[in-house]
């Protein structure tokens, strides 16, 4: 009995260590917005007022992704828009000015676009009119005209202006490969999921924070000390950053949100590492960060859209 006993307590031990708690945010209440077990739900951004989130379900059945709506206190979701649409819609932004939505459009081929849509889900139509290479992640520039976008072709990053479907590439200094980005709010600097560009095939798990001056191109990590990251957000002052990352996750799969300032001096874990966060951002009062976070389904596990409480401190 006393072997077995220790034998229970130094695998106890073993686990803990290879499987710590989430002690920096557990004292966080995450509420769902969203809870229906028929559906599987990503991408939040709140609308302008603050007042609701759109985000991109597609039911367990299948089927493509569409633009849904729910109140920021919950409530059942409704399609944002009549009828059918022409392509997968996923990574929904509102303009600055809240008149437009881009989203990411996928065709059944997979390659994507940037669309927009009028505030109320009519008028959908690509923002540009005709493009070859396949781009994902719109963000909007502050004077509501220009969008970033990544191509995919090449892992690279360039803006569109919608008005004349005027595009220009941004060369980084370093050069980067770069998934999902996001314009700050006074339009001077990118916050992006990137990685040094050498020989390697693009892996978007190895990809950290890096911020790139639109201006110059040059680019630096957020965090000097190497911390893995993606879908990054600029808070609405413009002081911090939150993004996802499995960094320290005891099932490596599962990510968490963080908040880190703008000089990486100061970063906090918001959500623990099983609710397994994606795609987090911010409500324009800076107060709600939402983010799409593991629920029960009809079967299995998916994601729901949730809310927590943004981080009090200030830098």
């Known amino acids: 009995m006393k072997v077995s006993l220790w034998v229970f307590i130094s695998a106890a031990l073993l686990l803990a260590s290879l499987y710590p708690s989430d002690s920096r945010a557990a004292d966080k209440t995450i509420r769902n917005v969203t809870d229906d077990p028929t559906g599987t739900d990503y991408g939040p951004q709140f609308s302008p007022d ?8 597609q ?3 299948g089927g493509i992704s569409k633009t849904n709506s729910v109140p920021l206190q919950g409530g059942t979701p409704k399609p944002l828009g009549p009828g059918d649409i022409p392509v997968a819609q996923t990574r929904t932004r509102w303009s600055p000015r809240g008149d437009m939505i881009a989203f990411t459009g ?3 081929s997979s390659k994507g676009a940037t ?4 505030k109320d889900g009519t008028h959908i139509r690509r923002a540009i009119s005709f493009q070859s290479e396949s781009t994902f992640y719109p963000s909007w520039f502050p004077d509501n005209e220009r969008i970033l976008e990544m191509v995919a072709d090449d892992s690279t990053l360039r803006t569109v202006d919608i008005r004349n479907g005027t595009i220009s590439r941004i060369n980084t ?7 999902m980005a ?3 709010p006074d339009g001077k600097w990118i916050a992006v999921a990137a990685q040094p560009k050498k020989t390697q095939i693009y892996d978007q798990t190895l990809n950290q924070i890096w911020i790139v001056s639109v201006d110059t191109g040059k680019a630096h990590p957020l965090i000097q000390n190497t911390m893995q990251g993606r879908a990054p957000e600029w808070s609405p002052d413009g002081s911090r950053i939150v993004f996802e990352s ?3 996750s005891p099932r490596p799969p599962f990510y968490a949100a963080f908040v880190s300032t703008i000089d990486g001096q100061h970063v906090e874990q918001l959500t623990p590492f099983d609710r397994n966060t994606q795609h987090p951002v911010w409500s324009p009062d800076g107060k709600w960060i939402a983010f799409s976070a593991r629920t029960p389904k009809l079967i299995g596990y998916g994601p729901s859209i949730a809310v927590i409480e943004a981080p009090y401190w200030k830098p």
């Open 59 to 61: 039911p367990l059945t």
């Open 50 to 57: 603050g007042k609701f989130l759109i985000f991109d379900r």
């Open 246 to 248: 499995n960094q320290g």
């Open 106 to 108: 996928t065709e059944s």
């Open 115 to 118: 669309w927009l849509m009028d």
């Open 182 to 184: 996001s314009v700050s």
């Open 173 to 179: 200094t370093p050069a980067l490969m770069t998934g």
